[in-house]
């Protein structure tokens, strides 16, 4: 029970450390990619990586993936135009809405 406790503790503090950059990534596969960014994050966790940390963030990437295409294939066309401006407006993306 304690090393259950230990493994999600430690899951925890790995999504935390990971969670900001594991955004940017899901958003642009979503943003610059569409539904085949979502593809390849699931893909990722069926490739089963070896390293913890490698693990931790597919999992991560997916999850929040699945969100952010759920969220922009829900929007409205002045919705999407938002998150799309939101996303353009950070450094070194070429999407412009």
Known sequence: MLQTFLERCRIA???RR???S???TAEAMIWHHG???LDAALKAIEADPEDFRERVRADLVARLAADRYQRFKQAD???RALLLERWSQRRG???RA
Do not use: N
Request: hydrophobic share 40%; net charge positive; aromatic share 16%.
């Open 18 to 20: 990971q969670y900001r």
């Open 13 to 15: 503090v790995e999504r």
């Open 77 to 79: 066309v002045f919705e």
């Open 93 to 95: 993306q070429m999407i």
């Open 22 to 24: 594991a955004g940017v």
């Open 35 to 37: 539904y085949k960014g």
